[in-house]
T-cell receptor
Framework: NAGVTQTPKFQVLKTGQSMTLQCAQDMNHEYMSWYRQDPGMGLRLIHYSVGAGITDQGEVPNGYNVSRSTTEDFPLRLLSAAPSQTSVYFC??????????????FGEGSRLTVL | GNSVTQMEGPVTLSEEAFLTINCTYTATGYPSLFWYVQYPGEGLQLLLKATKADDKGSNKGFEATYRKETTSFHLEKGSVQVSDSAVYFCALSANQAGTALIFGKGTTLSVSS
C-alpha cells in the first residue's frame, strides 16, 4: 500500500533557486493539500485542491505554486526559494464531498533547507 | 474564525502514568474533532475522532470525548508506554464537505521507562 508518496525526502537549496516537491497518491482521493510544519507553529495549510484542474490558497500561500493536472499528482513549486521557506512539508489527501470522513492521509514529509 | 488550542509541551511522563492533553476549540456550527499522532520521522496519522457532541473516540487505549458545552476534546490514556512518545495534534473540520483541517500547534509527549 503506497498511500501518499512524497519526493524528495530531503533537499538543500540556495536562496533564489527553484524546485518542485512531488506528491502522488494512489487512493483516488479528490482532495489533496500541502502543509508546512514549523517548530511552535503546528501545521499550516499552503494550498489545496478538490479535484483535477481546481486549486485554492490556504493560510500561507505566498512563494508557492501548485497545479493539479491529474487526480493522483499534486506538485508544490517554489519559484525563488527564501530562508523563510526552510521547513518540513507534508502532502495529505482525503475523500471529498459525501465520502469525506475527515481523515487526512499524510506522506512522510519533505525536509527543505534554504541557505 | 475557527481555531484549536492545545496545552503546550513537552509533557514528560514515566511509563504507566496517566496522560491528559488538553484541547479546546472555537468554531461555528458543529465541527468534527480529531487527534492525530506523529511518531519521530514520520507523517501524521489519525489516532481517533468524534463527529458530534458527547461522542467518544477511542483507539490504542487513548480516548477523547467531544464536549460541546466546554468546547473541549481532551486526550487521555490510563497507562502510557514508551512507544507512545510522539507529537499529538488536535484538529477540527468545520463542516462535512469542508476543505481545510485546522490543527493545533501540537504537544510533544516523552515517556521514559
Amino acid at each position: 500500500n503506497a498511500g501518499v508518496t512524497q519526493t524528495p525526502k530531503f533537499q538543500v537549496l540556495k536562496t533564489g533557486q527553484s524546485m518542485t516537491l512531488q506528491c502522488a497518491q494512489d487512493m483516488n482521493h479528490e482532495y489533496m493539500s500541502w502543509y508546512r510544519q514549523d517548530p511552535g507553529m503546528g501545521l499550516r495549510l499552503i494550498h489545496y485542491s478538490v479535484g483535477a484542474g481546481i486549486t485554492d490558497q490556504g493560510e500561507v500561500p505566498n512563494g508557492y505554486n501548485v497545479s493539479r493536472s491529474t487526480t493522483e499528482d499534486f506538485p508544490l513549486r517554489l519559484l525563488s526559494a527564501a530562508p523563510s521557506q526552510t521547513s518540513v512539508y507534508f502532502c495529505a489527501s482525503r475523500e471529498y464531498g459525501a465520502l469525506n470522513t475527515g481523515e487526512l492521509f499524510f506522506g512522510e514529509g519533505s525536509r527543505l533547507t534554504v541557505l | 474564525g475557527n481555531s484549536v488550542t492545545q496545552m503546550e509541551g513537552p509533557v514528560t511522563l514515566s511509563e504507566e502514568a496517566f496522560l491528559t492533553i488538553n484541547c479546546t476549540y472555537t468554531a461555528t456550527g458543529y465541527p468534527s474533532l480529531f487527534w492525530y499522532v506523529q511518531y519521530p520521522g514520520e507523517g501524521l496519522q489519525l489516532l481517533l475522532k468524534a463527529t458530534k457532541a458527547d461522542d467518544k473516540g477511542s483507539n490504542k487505549g487513548f480516548e477523547a470525548t467531544y464536549r460541546k458545552e466546554t468546547t473541549s476534546f481532551h486526550l487521555e490514556k490510563g497507562s502510557v508506554q514508551v512507544s507512545d512518545s510522539a507529537v499529538y495534534f488536535c484538529a477540527l473540520s468545520a463542516n462535512q464537505a469542508g476543505t481545510a483541517l485546522i490543527f493545533g500547534k501540537g504537544t510533544t509527549l516523552s515517556v521514559s521507562s
